[in-house]
């Protein structure tokens, strides 16, 4: 079965905090895809990042960085002195990769809130 | 254009009237994906076209759900004799590659009274 787990449903952060949001992911494949989607209100969903499942270095990017553990199926997305812009929701999601069509399963999705 | 297009933006429509969903794709994008969004949950795979061909409808919930891309380009999303439970945010995404990734228009807010 082919699965992502995002066990946080809420998180509630002061601006300026660190945050992490965990992924777990299922897959019986050893070629696969990772993707981090944001979802702002305004409901589109923005791609953030995508690794393969043969590359395990850590990424940063600005004040995001991922965590890949093939390990232990993780794929962790932390931001870094939270801003208020930061508040959405966030989906993680994978996409086997013999698959012919390239279809996204996504998680459940967080819900960050960032104060100021 | 610049992004994936979707009208209408909200949807209200009657149990039982037939309803259909337009996504406008980036120019060139060969890929064109629906997905189904219901409240507070994540998107699911609902079909999939590369161009005018549809390659996987396994995400279809009923034969009340048909999707089309006759040119290759401009999709249409069409549900039938619509149930309460088809109440949710139909997305649309487009690739020129999947390797690039893939980019979601603002979706299709269909609420059935």
């Known amino acids: 079965a082919q699965k992502v787990t995002q066990a946080q449903t809420e998180i509630s952060v002061v601006e300026k905090e660190d945050v992490t949001l965990d992924c777990v992911y299922e897959?019986?494949?050893?070629?696969?895809?990772l993707f981090w989607y944001k979802q702002p209100p305004s409901g589109e969903l923005v791609f953030l990042i995508r690794?393969?499942?043969?590359?395990?270095q850590n990424e940063i990017s600005g004040r995001y960085s991922w965590n890949f553990q093939k390990s232990t199926s993780s794929f962790n997305f932390t931001i870094t002195a939270s801003q208020v812009v930061d508040s959405a929701v966030y989906f993680c999601?994978?996409?086997?990769?013999?698959?012919?069509?390239?279809?996204?399963?996504f998680g459940q999705g967080t819900t960050l809130q960032v104060k100021p | 254009g610049a992004g994936v297009s979707q009208s209408p933006r909200y949807k209200v429509a009657k149990r039982g009237q037939d309803v259909a969903l337009r996504c406008d794709p980036i120019?060139?994008?060969?890929?064109l994906f629906w997905y189904q969004q219901a409240l507070g949950q994540g998107p699911e795979f609902l079909t999939y076209?590369?161009?005018?061909?549809?390659?996987?409808k396994s995400g279809l919930p009923s034969d009340r759900f048909f999707a089309e891309r006759p040119e290759g380009s401009v999709s249409t999303l069409k549900i039938q004799r619509t149930q309460q439970e088809d109440s949710a945010v139909y997305l649309c995404?487009?690739?020129?590659?999947?390797?690039?990734?893939?980019?979601f228009g603002s979706g299709t807010r269909l609420t059935v009274v």
């Open positions: 120019s060139g994008h060969v890929s």
């Open positions: 999601a994978l996409s086997p990769a013999p698959s012919n069509t390239g279809k996204l399963i």
């Open positions: 690794r393969n499942s043969f590359d395990e």
């Open positions: 897959t019986r494949d050893t070629t696969y895809y």
């Open positions: 995404a487009s690739s020129v590659n999947r390797a690039y990734g893939y980019t």
């Open positions: 076209f590369q161009n005018e061909a549809q390659l996987d």
